[in-house]
């Protein structure tokens, strides 16, 4: 069964510095992965997602993530973060089959002045 | 108006009463799910359907009970709710089989079971 590890639970940045938000992942079929963010109050939105190809994936909001299959990683980065990024953001992999996420348990990124 | 809708969206009930929660979609998706949030736990399947006629249990069913009244319809029913039934509720929506097809999700539902 297909399963998410993400090791941190919150992340403090200040603003315009890097980030990067660990996710590993546990598969035995071929693997689909995605980032959700949910801000405060809010349901959760794609924010970016691999399906194959290119390792580097772009997604909304200058966000990108690098798929590593010897490493089972598929970590979130972004090189200069915003106040409005401060949200929680979850870790998914497609199940087989294509029917279900399982997703990780999520990351609180925490962006201060 | 949001493609995903939940109701309501804030709901206090005591321990033993029977609660509904619902979702509509105008995506027209065939695949619906709930899942509940809880802090520090992320998200995990409760039911899910892929059409009218197909339920399917997630990770945590038990307690819970589902209804697919249409294609754009999916309740969600706790039959006697219970204190550590309290969490934010989502539903989710998504189009067909393949994998390059996103869920998306309605704005929750944040229960209290006293």
């Known amino acids: 069964a297909q399963s998410v590890t993400q090791l941190d639970s919150q992340v403090p940045v200040f603003e315009e510095a890097p980030v990067e938000l660990r996710c590993n992942y546990s598969?035995?079929?071929?693997?689909?992965l995605f980032w959700y963010v949910q801000y405060p109050n809010q349901g959760l939105q794609l924010l970016l997602k691999?399906?194959?190809?290119?390792?580097l994936v772009k997604g909304i909001n200058g966000f990108e993530a690098e798929f590593n299959k010897s490493q089972t990683s598929f970590h979130l980065r972004k090189p200069s973060v915003h106040i409005s990024d401060t949200a929680e953001y979850f870790c998914?992999?497609?199940?087989?089959?294509?029917?279900?996420?399982?997703f990780g348990k999520g990351t609180m990124l925490l962006v201060s002045p | 108006d949001a493609d995903v809708t939940q109701t309501p969206r804030n709901r206090i009930t005591k321990t033993g009463k029977r609660i509904m929660l619902e979702c509509s979609q105008t995506?027209?998706?065939?695949?619906m799910y709930w899942y509940r949030q809880d802090p520090g736990l992320g998200l995990r399947l409760i039911y899910y359907?892929?059409?009218?006629?197909?339920?399917n249990k997630g990770e945590i069913s038990d307690g819970y009970s589902v209804s697919r009244q249409a294609q754009a319809k999916f309740s969600l029913s706790l039959e006697s709710a219970i204190p550590n039934q309290t969490a934010l509720y989502f539903c989710?929506?998504?189009?067909?089989?393949?994998?390059?097809?996103?869920?998306?999700f309605g704005p929750g539902t944040r229960l209290t079971v006293l």
């Open positions: 359907s892929f059409d009218v006629k197909d339920i």
């Open positions: 998914a992999v497609r199940n087989s089959g294509y029917s279900t996420l399982t």
């Open positions: 691999y399906l194959s190809g290119s390792t």
């Open positions: 995506k027209g998706h065939d695949r």
């Open positions: 989710a929506t998504t189009a067909g089989t393949s994998a390059y097809n996103e869920q998306f």
């Open positions: 598969s035995s079929v071929s693997v689909y």
